[in-house]
């Protein structure tokens, strides 16, 4: 990927997120019933992305909603992961900031690589006692908002996690984005239009309130195929 070499001598991971989104920055309906709609191609992109990265993060909600186990994509991806350097599979973090998460989401069933959940204090004993039933690490990262600049140099130092891919969603982007810790967006670009205000955005959250704290990006490459345009921009 073109700005890994910004990172560097970094202590903390290169972070790369991987979004699709409709026409109208759309990543789910607005009453997020349809949060899978890019094609073939792009779920393949999905993988390929993943093949490069130490491990995929993503929210509790993003993890229940889309029924994801944050998996390799099978034996060619395995292969390609390999080829890349990496271990067969990719380390799953989970990021819930009140430490809820659903105890029989579909990715706790599959055990082929280690779960590791990030929360806060605000996860009550009762919560973080369940969690670590479930997962092989939970690391508190802050006392009511997750420190993420924080949690990913521990990533780093403890867990060997040098490319860290981020799938969402939008308010876990949003703090990424806030804390000036992505490096790299990879966005497909669907030709579809939901609308709704409600409907979520690759950056909900709190948002920034200033022009001048804007995160500002370059593109590096826009290709169209087969009616999506898959674009990839690194930081400015």
């Not at 709609?37 to 990265?53: I, N, W």
């Not at 130490?54 to 929210?59: K, N, P, R, S, T």
């Not at 690589?113 to 479930?134: D, F, G, H, N």
């Not at 891919?165 to 990424?176: F, M, R, V």
Request: proline share 2%.
């Amino acid at each position: 990927m073109s700005a890994m070499s910004k990172n560097r001598g970094a202590k903390r991971p290169f972070v790369f997120v991987n979004m699709a989104m409709t026409a109208d920055g759309k990543i789910a309906t607005a009453n997020r019933a349809v949060h899978s709609f890019g094609s073939a191609g792009d779920l393949r992109h999905l993988y390929e992305l993943r093949a490069t990265a130490d491990a995929v993060m993503c929210g509790a909600r993003t993890v229940e909603i889309s029924a994801s186990i944050l998996g390799n994509g099978g034996e060619q991806f395995r292969r390609r992961r390999l080829k890349n350097g990496r271990a067969e599979f990719n380390l799953r973090i989970i990021v819930s900031g009140g430490g809820s998460i659903d105890p029989v989401a579909k990715i706790f069933r599959h055990r082929f690589s280690p779960i590791i959940v990030l929360t806060t204090e605000r996860a009550t004993k009762a919560k973080l006692k369940a969690l670590r039933k479930l997962a092989d690490e939970v690391k508190i990262c802050g006392r009511t908002e997750i420190n993420f600049s924080a949690a990913l140099r521990w990533l780093g130092a403890n867990w060997g996690v040098k490319q860290l891919l981020c799938e969402g969603g939008g308010e876990l982007n949003d703090a990424l984005f806030r804390a000036g810790l992505v490096d790299e967006i990879n966005l497909t670009i669907c030709p579809k239009i939901f609308g709704g205000r409600t409907a979520p955005t690759i950056a909900d959250g709190q948002g920034l309130e200033k022009l001048a704290l804007t995160r500002k990006f370059k593109f590096v490459t826009a290709r169209a195929i087969k009616g999506e345009l898959f674009t990839v921009l690194s930081r400015a």
